[in-house]
């Protein structure tokens, strides 16, 4: 009978009675749920018949007793064994992860090697979870167990650098993201003169305590040398660097010096993410210079791109031409620009310096955007424009010179002290210098009259001292043009004394037309006055 069986086609469903028929079916849904879940248990071990039937046949004969039973059995374990050989083919071993999960709060040292990456996977799966920070009481056991299983991640990581599976790759990346990626509160900024935020402290997150192992474990994820780019932009894609890049709004500053060695990993990496963060950066640019103004991590992604830039082959490229003159050079518009006017500058000077021909674009930029009421950002912006005029060629200089001294012209007439010292020291400075000699028939005269005047009266002692130096040397290098310029000065002079002259007459003629007319009861008569011509 039993031969006939096995001639029979395949099927799980054997025609014997009822309860075993039941219990059969029963077995193989079992079976299969576990399979889907892709968590074998341990346990069924003990329960599930092996595929010879040896030890279970055994037991079954010894509740049962009859022979006849046994060969049913044997039967539907074999079916079992041809049911589990399909799931295997359905879900590889990559997928399953190699079997059976291992409970999280196993110490790695207690596990084999080959169940040291599943061991992983379970305790970033632990560390998956959030718990509410606001409150340091609530779920404090918790807190501390995933803190700790925290830290040995970073020293597992760390010390056996072990060459991750995509199942751990995913399980790294899922952790982080699920820790990190979250909203912020909306805050109000407010600046001081200068540009600096006025908060009377830094803000810091209660959560930092996990928050700063969590970028750890991502930092020595991205630095494995093990790891495959192309594999892992399955994981940290598109989507992932995102929100990222939205993190650098954190008004932690501890965050924000975490994310700066993420974003530089990440961006070193990923060479087909590259386009992207750039996009998604001057995005973030556009978006503070143009709309809100509000923005935590300016100074902080301009420092990354500060490197990023001096990687830039030559001839660069009009996307990053583009990013210069859409992105950079606005960011001198917002009244916060002293936050990150240092990298700013620095950026800025890594592009004049990879292509000198940008810097007068760059120079006229900074003429758009000249504060005028600010005394604390003229003297930002004079210190930057002195750096870019050391590595601006003479051709270049000529083409903004007439707009840039006047420009400078007003601000050594400043009568801030600090504004004034800055403009006459730029003559302190030899490659300026030659440019403004090799010019001087145009430059002189746009400020000779404000350095004439700054050196015969001047409140400020350094600035009155720093002008008859100038005095001096530009007599000493070109007396007929200094003795033409004050010719033209004199007269300039003059001619304005004729002019506030005639419009002193003008304006007492004025006053006399409109004096008080006789009075016929309440209302005053106007006498009827000959036309009168005014002009001034």
């Known amino acids: 009978m039993l031969t006939e069986r096995k001639t029979k086609p395949m099927s799980i469903f054997l025609p014997e009675t009822s309860g075993l028929l039941s219990a059969s079916n029963s077995t193989v849904s079992t079976m299969i749920k576990q399979f889907l879940a892709k968590i074998p248990r341990k346990s069924a071990k003990s329960n599930t018949p092996d595929a010879d039937g040896g030890g279970s046949s055994t037991s079954v004969t010894t509740d049962v007793g009859n022979s006849s039973f046994i060969n049913t059995y044997n039967a539907i374990s074999s079916r079992l064994n041809s049911v589990k050989q399909m799931s295997s083919s359905i879900f590889?071993?990559?997928?399953?992860?190699?079997?059976?999960?291992?409970?999280?709060?196993?110490?790695?040292k207690d596990v084999?090697?080959?169940?040291?990456?599943?061991?992983?996977?379970?305790k970033l799966n632990l560390c998956?979870?959030?718990y509410d920070f606001h409150n340091q009481d609530q779920d404090s056991a918790e807190k501390d167990i995933k803190r700790q299983t925290l830290l040995e991640i970073i020293d597992f990581l760390s010390s056996e650098s072990p060459k991750l599976s995509e199942p751990a790759m995913f399980?790294?990346?899922k952790m982080c993201g699920n820790n990190l990626f979250r909203d912020f509160p909306p805050k109000r900024f407010f600046y001081s003169p200068r540009g600096e935020k006025e908060d009377e402290e830094p803000s810091f997150d209660p959560a930092w305590s996990h928050l700063q192992l969590v970028y750890e474990i991502l930092l020595r994820f991205l630095s494995q040398s093990s790891l495959d780019p192309k594999i892992v932009k399955q994981y940290i894609d598109h989507s992932f660097i995102l929100r990222l890049l939205d993190l650098f709004d954190s008004e932690d500053p501890r965050e924000r010096d975490c994310l700066k060695s993420v974003l530089h990993r990440v961006y070193g990496k990923f060479l087909v993410h590259r386009p992207f963060i750039r996009m998604v950066v001057s995005n973030i640019i556009y978006h503070f210079v143009f709309e809100t103004e509000k923005h935590n991590g300016i100074a902080e992604l301009l420092e990354i791109f500060g490197s990023v830039i001096s990687g830039f082959a030559l001839p660069l490229k009009n996307e990053h031409k583009l990013f210069l003159l859409r992105a950079l050079v606005?960011?001198?518009?917002?009244?916060?620009?002293?936050?990150?006017?240092?990298q700013l500058t620095y950026c800025v000077i890594q592009f004049v310096e990879k292509e000198p021909k940008l810097s007068s674009a760059v120079i006229k930029g900074l003429l758009k955007y000249w504060p005028v009421t600010s005394s604390q950002k003229q003297l930002m912006f004079l210190s930057e424009l002195e750096e870019l005029l050391e590595k601006i060629h003479t051709d270049e200089f000529e083409k903004i010179m007439v707009p840039l001294f006047r420009r400078i012209n007003c601000c050594l007439r400043s009568t801030h002290f600090q504004v004034a010292e800055q403009a006459h020291f730029l003559w302190n400075n030899e490659h300026i210098l030659h440019l403004i000699m090799c010019n001087r028939h145009v430059i002189i005269p746009l400020v000779y009259l404000t350095i004439d005047q700054n050196s015969q009266n001047h409140w400020s002692r350094t600035v009155l001292n720093l002008a008859q130096n100038m005095m001096k040397m530009l007599n000493d290098v070109d007396q007929e043009l200094m003795q033409s310029c004050q010719g033209q000065s004199e007269e300039d002079k003059s001619k304005s004394t004729v002019v506030a002259e005639k419009r002193?007459?003008?304006?007492?003629?004025?006053?006399?037309?409109?004096?008080?007319?006789?009075?016929v009861g309440s209302v005053p008569v106007l006498e009827e006055t000959s036309a009168c011509i005014v002009s001034c």
């Open 504 to 519: 002193r007459l003008t304006w007492e003629r004025l006053e006399s037309i409109a004096g008080f007319q006789p009075v």
């Open 171 to 173: 399980a790294v990346c």
């Open 92 to 108: 590889p071993a990559s997928i399953m992860s190699g079997g059976e999960m291992i409970d999280p709060h196993v110490p790695f």
């Open 128 to 130: 998956s979870k959030l």
């Open 330 to 342: 606005p960011l001198h518009k917002p009244k916060s620009v002293g936050v990150y006017h240092h």
């Open 112 to 122: 084999q090697s080959s169940d040291k990456l599943r061991l992983l996977i379970s």
